[in-house]
């Protein structure tokens, strides 16, 4: 069974991306170790099949890079449990990049 | 090596307990009803608190400095001397005041202007007559940088209300620019080869482009490169907004990018301008006992403000500003050349975002601590290069610190001296990117360009205050001239050689 996310990039992350800001997706709703798919999972799996370049600046340490702000569902993910956070059917999730100055 | 302290009763693998990351409850702390959608430095905010929280920031740090007077404990109505520049960069703090600045100073957005009322209130009348939006274009500085003036001016286009003055980073060689805001041109160089700075008469023979590339490839290191393409932007923006009569320039630096610029500033000699870093007020004309060569279109009725509008908001708050407004951020590209080696900045800003995650409380903090500081000493005139105070005595600390030689002068020059040394017209963190040395070799972004790092090209600024001397029979032709000089290695053994005990 597989869950359908709405990504979508702002900051200029995007051009991480193939300069597309919008991105629809699907994963499995469980994980091989048999766990809920999370946001953690979803981070990784986007560097795999969806980043074109340079993933350092997207993932560092099993987690987004410092500077990215991550909204679910028009939240921030710190409300939310951050990476732990079980994605649902539906879920909107925008990573915002907050790097590329003043 | 053994990194323990020696207690025996620590466990050896604890970790230091994570904060939560909010404190309390998900509700939001302003309106205590609606479910919290962002979180700023521990507080939960709903979205409809954050945006008056926001614009709170914003209009509390800029419109008590609008007035020529600050404003004293009774608000009086908002009447700027001049007009606005607003500095936009493509950047995400940029983007945000420029939407700030349009929806509040140039098309007041009903639905954010809260109804608080007063006759200072932006609703009454505009407060600018005039908003002008400057950009620098940087990416002429750069091997393989995109350009983004086309996106930039699509944004303005969008926006509707703004004057666009699209700059290129190599204006500020250009004397066609200098002219046209009034000024007279005269072209100078520095021999990078000597830690005196010997200031030269330069024929106009390169193109803007060249001497930018040229000034550029000279600089010694990393840190130099991105310290002198940050100053040559903001001086090139102080110039426009004085050309516009402006009397206030806003720049987009956020709470987060202002601990980065404050740290790397203090890192790399800037102690000094910790408060011009954070707020400033400027005036082209230098003041001096010389003549100087007054702006054809004198506007000496006021001075330029200098504001950071967005000090008290985060990058975080930010990112979330542009997201929830449906803004389009450009986008600034990091500022890398070929072999590049983080400079001191790029350091900075690594730590302070790292540290902005996990503490966010305490990237506040070093802005709160920074706007404390008083830094000690006298102001001995306006540093050539970078247009900010020069401390007093650091001339003679310098000497103190290094061995140094004397010479008289006496080596003829192959171009027109204009000033024996830079040295005395610069503040110390424009001598350090000038002079210091990095035991890397740094690399030529520009390999094919007709480099000689003898006869450097300066910014069209710095022929403004420096005259030529006088022919000869002037007063100060006779006067010994003392330059100082690092010894070699045979010079220094050389002065102690009769004190050196001999090997038996």
Known sequence: MSISLKIEFGGGLELLFSNERSHRISLPTIQPDGRPTNITDLIFWLRDNKLKERPELFVEDKTVRPGILVLVNDTDWELEGEGDYEVKDGDEIVFISTLHGG | ?504
């Open chain 2, 1 to 504: 090596m053994s990194d323990s302290c020696g207690n025996p009763a620590t466990e050896t693998e604890a970790l230091m307990p994570r904060r939560r990351k909010f404190d309390k409850t998900k509700i939001c702390v302003k309106c205590k009803t609606n479910p919290g959608s962002l979180i700023i430095r521990h507080a939960v905010y709903c979205k409809e608190c954050f945006v008056p929280l926001t614009t709170h920031k914003f209009r509390r740090s800029l419109e008590p400095f609008v007035n020529a007077k600050p404003d004293g404990p009774r608000r009086t109505a908002l009447k700027p001397q001049g007009n606005l520049l607003v500095g936009f960069s493509g950047g995400l703090g940029s983007t945000v005041l420029l939407d700030l600045v349009h929806r509040y100073y140039v098309v007041p957005d009903k639905a954010l202007i809260q109804d608080d009322g007063g006759s200072h209130h932006p609703r009454h009348e505009r407060v600018w007559k005039r908003v002008v939006v400057g950009y620098v274009e940087v990416c002429d500085a750069f091997p393989s940088m995109v350009e983004r003036m086309s996106d930039v001016r699509a944004i303005m286009e969008g926006y509707g209300g703004f004057e666009f003055v699209p700059l290129r980073i190599q204006d500020a060689f250009d004397p066609c620019w200098w002219k046209k805001i009034g000024r007279d041109p005269v072209n100078l160089g520095v021999d990078m080869t000597d830690e005196a700075l010997k200031l030269l008469r330069l024929e106009e023979s390169t193109s803007p482009l060249e001497a930018m590339r040229s000034y550029m490839a000279s600089l010694p290191t990393t840190t130099a490169r991105s310290t002198a393409l940050q100053t040559l932007t903001r001086v090139l923006l102080q110039y426009t907004a004085q050309a516009n009569d402006c009397s206030h320039l806003v720049l987009g630096t956020s709470l987060t990018s202002l601990a980065v610029s404050l740290i790397s500033g203090v890192a790399h000699g800037g102690g000094f301008h910790v408060r011009e870093e954070m707020q400033e007020e400027w005036t082209a004309d230098q003041s001096s006992d010389r003549e100087v060569d007054v702006a054809k279109k004198a506007t000496k009725r006021h001075g330029l403000r200098i504001i950071r509008p967005l000090r008290d908001v985060g990058m975080k708050e930010c990112g979330a500003w542009s997201w929830w407004m449906g803004l389009k951020v450009v986008g600034r590209e990091n500022w890398e050349w070929p072999g590049f080696k983080p400079g001191i900045g790029a350091l900075t800003k690594a730590f302070i975002v790292g540290l902005e995650k996990d503490y966010p409380s305490t990237v506040s903090t070093i802005v709160r601590t920074c706007g404390k500081l008083s830094p000690k000493g006298i102001v001995e005139g306006k540093c050539i290069s970078c247009e900010r105070p020069i401390q007093s005595g650091i001339q003679d600390w310098q000497a103190r610190i290094s061995i140094r030689s004397r010479h008289n002068g006496d080596e003829q020059a192959p171009f027109e001296e204009v000033a024996e040394s830079l040295s005395p017209f610069l503040c110390y963190p424009c001598r350090i990117t000038l002079t210091s040395r990095s035991t890397r070799p740094i690399l030529n972004p520009f390999p094919n360009s007709n480099h000689d790092v003898s006869l450097t090209p300066l910014p069209m600024w710095t022929g403004r205050v420096l005259h030529p001397p006088k022919t000869s029979g002037s007063e100060e032709g006779d006067a010994e001239i003392v330059v100082g000089r690092t010894l070699a290695r045979s010079e220094m053994k050389n002065a102690v050689k009769e004190f050196l005990l001999q090997d038996e």
